[in-house]
């Protein structure tokens, strides 16, 4: 999965920016965004790694067994959970009753730029 880091005001002017036909995202762009470095350290947290690697190899079949595997809180987890949909990291699949996680990402690279994004949006400009 590829993540971008851009701030409020440039994801905003980017959105912005397509919608009126004036940047092209590329191909290779990435699909999902953080306002920052820290948002997205809190969003793949060290707990929130492990949260994952557990879903992955116990497969679990609902979020109650998830609860009994990781020790936490069902409420915590439906949190982190669906936070962690939000982003397309994980799928909450609902079956009978059951909310079953399900990963959908496991690999990550970050892009970013320390310069204003917005001057590259001249790079894809529609003309």
Not at 117 to 127: E, K, P, Q
């Amino acid at each position: 999965m590829k993540i971008g880091i851009l701030s409020k005001e440039g994801y905003r002017q980017r959105t912005i920016a397509i919608a009126k036909g004036q940047y092209k995202p590329r191909e290779d762009e990435p699909k999902v965004w953080f306002e920052s470095m820290k948002s997205l350290a809190q969003v793949l947290s060290q707990e929130n790694q492990e949260l994952l690697k557990i879903i992955i190899n116990h497969e679990p079949g609902s979020i109650s067994e998830l609860e009994a595997l990781t020790h936490r809180k069902k409420s915590n987890l439906s949190r982190t959970l669906k936070t962690l949909e939000r982003y397309g990291i994980v799928e909450l699949m609902k079956d009978k009753g059951k909310v079953i996680p399900k990963v959908k990402a496991t690999d990550f690279k970050v892009e970013f730029s320390l310069e204003n994004n917005l001057s590259n949006l001249a790079d894809h400009a529609i003309v």
